[in-house]
């Protein structure tokens, strides 16, 4: 049966408890379907907003206003390891594997560090934020880490060049090792959350609201903007919807909003349309969803359910609000866990059928960080890896066995010593480097030890080159189709360039129109004032007025026609 459930942590505080059980419980499991009720909880801890993650073996508790992380095992249900480290913790993220083989660490200091739980190596970034990191996140692809900070910016680090054991040299030009790739700046004040797209494709965005009271959207990989929103009121906590249709943002006074990207209509993604990223978006104050409280205090946390429909919102009074996304209202209170609720962390459906794989790899065992120059500093040959860095993991036979016929990497593994099968067909292969397509004097003993008869050999050759034929053909149908559209598109963009041409002359040309409407009614006004005036004039000399009109009407006539004349002329 499918069930979901979600993580929450709370903030100590001097509440007594609603339940006896809830005493010194920090972290709790919580099942949301099918029925709202508690399954575990952990205790001693205590966590501020952005202080919490979750692998599929454990969870990772950054303590408030402390510079210590605890380590619980899912496993056990129980707390594994007490980590302290050189400065606070302000927030925290988990990166790499989904066992959550890399820990991020946001400091009070500016800085990242970075843990590696499976070999204990310790990496730190420059103190690249001037104030302390509020949030960090890690993108669906685990390539890139944003930090936010209350100095108003936002970095965007390359996870894979800050673990890399190879640095590249700094320079003048060059920016000195584990520093960021790249600077968000276009928020004015702290910034207060930060949530990323669910694409591990080559294109993604991330959304981050700050105390300036908007919600940003833009592309992380290149720092364009996309869209800038204007909100009610300051974020307190983000999250997108699963399939990025909307992000949801919770505020201060406990009321959450649904911001739409689809509420313009586009011809494309709203996000990409770049007549609507000129104009900020402003999201209406009444579209704010209310809670059902006035003491609920801020909505510190946000995370949605499997299928979208459902939000859930963590608050200071301790209470987990369950929203409908549908009917966009408050739809019942499924938790209470009496100290204010920082974090909330929805986990993976449980019960989905899912192929397992023929291995299953868990770090169920933590390696505290070792304070070792050799590890954190990067000191040794460039691009060498220290004799000392072990590897330290568990490897699992899956619960069910998916495919028929023996698992010859699980038996390897597990016999006393490598199989002479193995061993021979390893030689063979060595002894096979360098001479492609060669008769030595040792294929008799190589073939032996392959132990596989030609008839075989010709069949899998065969069955090689109808496939690499297979392959060809669709190559060159992909080549051709490729070179097709970047004709139609190179053609497009041409047609595009020209009726912007021609729509600039369009409206130069109306503009024109339009200055010569102005003069011409501005020298006919002239006249008839003109006119009045010298009737005027005529009539109080006694002369006759009407006569004075005429001969002025008609020596502007022959002005108009001269200056008619000479337009045309030009």
Known sequence: MLSECFVASTLASAKTPASASLRDVGICFHELQPSATLRSTLKKSSTAPNCLAVSASHVFAAQSEKAILHVYSREKGNQEATVPFPERIRSIAVAGSKNGDIVVLGTEGGRLILWEVCTG???????????????????????????????????????????????????????????????????????TAITVGHSTGRYNFAVSAAQDNTAIAWDYRTGRILRNFLLPASAASLTLDPVD????????????????????????????????????????????????????????ALTLSYDGMTLLSGHENGKVYSWNVGRRKYASTVADFTHPVTNIIMLPLDGLHQQAANLKRVAHTIVKPRYDHTLSENTHAAGAVPADYEFSTHLLRPSSETTAGPDWFMEAFSHSSFPTSMLEKGLAELASVGQPGSNTASAPSMDLAMDIDNPAKDSQIAELEAEIATLKQKASVSDVARRTTTDEITKLRSELVNLHNHISELNEKQEQSRRDKVRRQARKEERATRRREAWFAAEKKGKNGDNVLRRMGIEEDSETSGTDQSSDEQ
């Open 245 to 300: 249709r909307a992000f949801y943002a919770g505020y201060e006074d406990g009321s959450v909003q649904s911001v739409d990207f689809y509420n313009q209509q586009s011809v494309q993604h709203p996000l990409h349309d770049a007549s609507l990223q000129a104009t900020p978006a402003q999201a209406p104050s009444e579209d704010r969803w209310l809670p059902p409280s006035a003491d609920s205090g801020a909505a510190h």
């Open 121 to 191: 190596r310790q990496v730190a970034t420059t103190a690249s934020h001037l104030r302390p990191v509020t949030t960090v996140v890690v993108d669906p692809s685990s390539n890139f880490v944003l930090s936010g900070s209350s100095d108003a910016s936002i970095h965007v680090w390359s996870l894979v060049d800050l673990l890399s054991f190879t640095k590249p040299s700094s320079g003048r030009d060059r920016q000195p090792p584990n520093s960021p790739i790249r600077t968000f700046s276009n928020h004015r004040a702290a910034i």
